[in-house]
């Protein structure tokens, strides 16, 4: 599948069964995850990569992270959290390691790393996967990070949930007209 046929078939995966990715093609798709514009050269991408027992972790600390914003929630509930990271055999978080000292604003930083999501995504995607590129509220805890083995203080852009297709949503498209002004 060449880059234009990647781009024009690509929409997300609604639901995703195994067999996963193997590692060769892991290792491609957190290769193209680095393959970015990178203003400053601060490589800021950072990926923590869950399969297996992994999944097990991640959805321990997906339920910690629910439990603290949603004290009185009830098992049901936490079930129901931790059920969401068994939705793919592969999730990988994408996050964003941020100097906030260097001149490069923090959102330039982001917008790096959200340009290697879409990487990864548009190569899993030509390989055959399908993808899905989620975050929700655990996204934005500072401990949930600590809990996967990243700093407080990064910012995930992406838990990229990876799978073989069960089921696909339509490609979407926006007429250009609508968002195009030619000045
Ligand atoms: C930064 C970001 C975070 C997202 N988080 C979620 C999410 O948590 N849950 C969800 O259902 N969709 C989420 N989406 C949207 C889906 O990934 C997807 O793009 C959307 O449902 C449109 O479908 P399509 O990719 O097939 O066009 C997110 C998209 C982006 C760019």
Aim: aromatic share 6%.
């Amino acid at each position: 599948m060449d880059l234009s046929e990647a781009i024009d078939t690509r929409s997300s995966a609604i639901r995703l069964t195994e067999p996963a990715p193997v590692e060769p093609e892991i290792i491609r798709i957190l290769e193209a995850g680095l393959r970015v514009p990178d203003h400053g050269r601060l490589a800021p991408a950072r990926f923590v990569v869950f399969q297996g027992d992994g999944l097990e972790r991640l959805a321990d600390a997906m339920v910690a992270s629910f439990l603290r914003k949603n004290p009185a929630a009830s098992p049901e509930q936490s079930e129901m959290e931790r059920k969401k990271v068994f939705r793919a055999p592969l999730i990988i978080a994408v996050a964003a390691h941020i100097n906030r000292e260097h001149k490069v604003p923090p959102a330039e930083q982001m917008s790096c790393v959200a340009a290697g999501v879409q990487n990864m995504f548009l190569t899993a995607h030509s390989m055959g996967y399908g993808v899905m590129w989620k975050t929700g509220a655990q996204a934005y805890d500072p401990l949930l990070n600590e809990a996967i083995g990243l700093y407080d203080d990064d910012q995930i852009i992406a838990f990229l949930y990876l799978g073989t297709i069960a089921a696909k949503g339509p490609v979407k498209s926006i007429a250009l007209e609508d968002v195009v002004k030619w000045a």
